[in-house]
């Protein structure tokens, strides 16, 4: 896409190739930084961004590729040989102990004389070092966890730092930083990269990536799917490659029939929010229509469907359904009104791996009908092989535990779930996450199918095309805000993106 | 003040404030000799619960503690009446302490189950031998024990400090420098304060593990041979529930459950509160000893409660 950095790259990441069970988490990526730079690496959950850096500070073993440092070939296999080669990390959790001091934090691990014995002034000299590299002055001897989180960030980052330091990665470093914070870090980055340490940021704030990045590499399921510097890649352009994914013909071809929503309300939120969460919004969805959620990562797609779900608690606003306004969401009540919600992470909130297809479908419906009155056996077994038959789910029978399905077919099964309760309005995040494309095909027409059997939906997804296809209607969401709706006859890709770029719509 | 000492002081004043009230209350209470015999009758329990600060600081449990006291008074007992000497005995129980402690540190850390469970096993099995072992209670007779008994240091007034209470000090010596200028100390604070972040810092979690479990069985043998030259005698359910007696005295020291932040010492000042609660009902004489366990469940109480209140307004255990 541009001329390269003159000179020699710090790191060359040639041809990496990593396959998880199931997956291609990576394939063929390259990737060089140069020394003295800020390389700003982006890409939504699950593109790839987490495993590259795991394969370069050697937490995870590469399937395929090299690795050259300074031009020459390395073999990492441990983030302890990284860190032998100059290769650092701080990851986005602060991954130290706040009840311990700063001066153990420092240096845990790292001293210790004769027979295991510390000698503190020793250890309390090699702290105080750390932090005058980064020109930070605090009381060592007080615990890391009565500093701010910014300070603690700080703090990993100088652990992490030291003379040999040729590459550091900061992996969503401002995640919890508010903005002078944020400034500050970057001043302390700034520094870094003068001494001609080559620097990889990992974020998804797209200003930020701006402000300090000289050059932006962005990953898409698994491949880079661009790269350059900074000052040539305009938002529209980053935000296109961040979300766009070429669907197939067939896929579009559900958008012509868009309808423009005469169905019922079944459900209104007015001026809903969550203080630090999600500024107040509104919307409404309606029987027989798709609502499609579009935004970046962290912009607050999840969040909108949590807080319709009750799956998160509102501060502000009302939500009403047919029945009136709701008092005290909970996921119960919201099931019991007729809802149902297939959330992002499948294996964390969504299945129980061990239970059968069978017991998970009839979960929700146990929900809805109260603990005490058990669902017949003989209903369940029903149900269930009405559900697999319907969403074509690909078992030998219903009683297969759901930890041994592909992931098409377990987000089946979360679909299924939720249908078992037939509910009217059903809110689906990201429901075509990591599975492959032949599946993503089919869930998207079952989308459309419910949405013509009179269900109001709500799709939140981080793929532009998806929510394209999927939906009649779009609302997009930026740092945590609905910026605003388009329209069922407008609803393309490049207004979406037009719409998510907002303010600084030209630049670059 | 550093703000990680204020569980400290606060136990150091609660046990002054209890001194001077029994001072205030009864003559001669407060003297050396007073403090000379609580020292000395509660030393076994201190030094059990000196390693039972190691096991919880590393967000453990041992409940086997007990049992192995009453484990090592039988053994050595038995081993007294076969003509061993009780110093040959005690060494051979120490390194028995280890060597439990320490399986039961690589069980829990390598079959990753509950720390509660797998000494809760330990507690069963070792009452159980102490079965084995004897059902009755045998005498140690050996002249040594006359000599240990006859062991004191003379404290300022009318007050010594017996044997017992020399061996818990020097243990007690020996465990500060342990937790706080060694690496294996700073490793056992890393992993009850935050176990993932330590195996990402480069602390070896199993070998930690096994070392405290191991240290803690150390100690608990220590308490037992303490206690069996103390009573000079073996008595198959001696030291019964006396495993909770020292997770009581490690939470009064200062030390939080959940690992991660306390001292060692404390764990001697809390000790120290235990005894003075039933030396001072004791001295009352008309209160009967019920009320022995009814104000140390008051006073763990409350300083339970305090130590939420510490961590929430202090953060003192902070995580963003």
Known sequence: ?508 | MNRKYIPLATTIAVFLALFLIGGAMYRNFLSTLVLGNILADNSFIIIAAIGATFVILSGGIDLSIGSMIGFVGVSMAVLDRMGWHPLASAALMLCFGILFGAAQGWIIDFCAIQPFIVTLAGLFLLRGACFMVTVDSVPIRHDFVQFYASLKVHLPGRGVLRSSALVMLASLAVAVVIAHFTRFGSNVYAVGGDRESARLMGVDIRRTTVSVYALGGFYSALAGVVYALYTSSGYPLAGSTLELSAIAAVVLGGTLLSGGVGMVVGTLFGGMILGLISTLIIFNGSLNSAWILISSGVLLFAFIVLHRFLVSSIGLRETQ
């Open chain 1, 1 to 508: 896409m541009s001329p390269e950095t003159p000179g020699q790259a710090r790191v060359e990441m040639r041809a990496i190739r990593k396959v998880f069970p199931g997956v291609r988490a990576l394939d063929d990526v390259d990737l060089r930084i140069f020394p003295g730079e800020v390389h700003a690496l982006l890409g939504e959950n699950g593109a790839g961004k987490s495993t590259l850096i795991k394969i370069l500070t050697g937490a995870l073993l590469r399937d395929g590729g090299e690795i050259l440092l300074d031009g020459r070939p390395v073999d990492v296999r441990s983030t302890k040989e990284a860190q032998g080669l100059g290769i650092s990390t701080v990851f986005q959790e602060v991954n130290l102990i706040p009840s311990m001091s700063v001066t153990q934090n420092l240096t845990l691990g790292k001293t210790g004389g004769r027979f295991g014995m510390i000698s503190w002034r020793r250890a309390r000299a090699e702290a105080q070092a750390k932090l005058s590299r980064l020109g930070v002055k605090i009381d060592i001897d007080q615990s890391l966890g009565s500093y701010s989180v910014a300070m603690q960030q700080l703090v990993a980052i100088a652990r992490a730092l030291d003379d040999e330091t040729r590459v550091l990665v900061l992996d969503e470093p401002t995640a919890s930083l508010d903005a002078d914070e944020t400034a500050a870090l970057f001043g302390i980055i700034r520094d870094l990269k003068a001494k001609g340490i080559a620097i990889v940021f990992i974020t998804h704030f797209l200003d930020q990536v701006y402000e300090i990045s000289d050059r932006i590499s962005v990953l898409r399921n698994g491949l880079l799917v661009g790269t350059g510097p900074t000052s040539e890649i305009s938002r529209q352009q980053l935000i296109a490659m961040m979300l766009g994914r070429e669907l197939g013909e067939v896929e579009s071809a559900y958008a012509a029939h868009r309808k423009t929503g005469e169905g019922a309300e079944v459900l209104t939120a007015r001026g809903l929010g969550r203080r630090r969460t999600l500024k107040p919004f509104d919307l409404t969805l309606r029987a027989g229509e798709a609502v499609g959620l579009a935004g970046l990562l962290g912009s607050g797609r999840t969040e909108v469907a949590k807080l319709l779900f009750g799956a998160i608690r509102s501060d502000s606003g009302v939500l009403s359904l047919e029945a009136g306004p709701v008092r005290h969401a909970s996921p119960r009540r919201s099931i019991v009104a007729g809802m149902a919600f297939c959330p992002e992470d499948r294996k964390a909130e969504g299945l129980i791996g061990e239970l059968s297809i069978r017991e998970n479908i009839v979960m929700s419906m146990q929900a809805k009908g109260g603990w005490l009155r058990k669902i017949p056996r003989a209903d369940q077994e029903r149900i269930a092989d009405e559900m697999i038959r319907a969403l074509a789910i690909a078992t030998p029978d219903a009683e297969k535990p759901v930890s041994q399905l592909s992931g098409g077919n377990q987000q089946k099964v979360v679909l299924a779930r939720a249908l078992a309760s037939r509910p009217r309005i059903m809110l689906l995040d990201e429901p075509t996450r990591g599975i492959d494309v032949g599946a993503h095909a089919e869930i998207i027409l079952l989308i459309r199918r419910l949405c013509d059997q009179g269900l109001a939906l709500l799709v939140a997804s981080s793929e532009l095309d998806e929510v394209v296809a999927a939906s009649d209607r779009v609302a997009v969401m930026r740092d945590r805000e609905m910026i605003g709706e388009i329209a069922s006859g407008a609803v393309t890709r490049d207004n979406i993106i037009r719409m998510i770029a907002g303010k600084d719509d030209g630049r670059g």
